[in-house]
């Protein structure tokens, strides 16, 4: 059994800086790419970037510049480093993973339960 578990949300004031965390616990072979996706209310989920076991990252137009991911290969952690946070930005934010159980397997997508980030004005 797989998890991801978030942590790291929390009420912030615009222009202010959060660090997200991700670690991924189990019964894990391999983790190949890694992200963060976010959902506000009433719209869909999103991605916001993500990165692959090799360091290669994709991030949305809207957080290019403000947002950084990181991922400790030997922790099995991701990290999400959000600074001069909008507004906008509030949101359910989700970790999503591709992990190899072993080596016979293809990679299964994973999703953590989320973590809230309110950005207020």
């Known amino acids: 059994q797989v998890q991801l578990v978030e942590s790291g949300g929390g009420l912030v004031q615009a222009g202010g800086s959060l660090r997200l965390s991700c670690a991924a616990s189990g019964s894990i072979f391999s983790i190949n790419a890694m992200g963060w996706y976010r959902q506000a209310p009433g719209k869909q989920r999103e991605l916001v970037v993500a990165?692959?076991?090799?360091?290669?990252?994709n991030y949305a137009d809207s957080v290019k510049g403000r947002f950084t991911i990181s991922r400790d290969n030997a922790k099995n952690t991701v990290y999400l480093q959000m600074n001069s946070l909008k507004p906008e930005d509030t949101a359910v934010y989700y970790c999503?993973?591709?992990?190899?159980?072993?080596?016979?397997?293809?990679?299964?997508?994973?999703w953590g339960t989320g973590t809230l980030v309110t950005v207020s004005s």
């Open positions: 990165i692959t076991s090799g360091g290669s990252t």
């Open positions: 999503n993973a591709n992990i190899a159980l072993n080596r016979f397997l293809k990679d299964v997508n994973y």
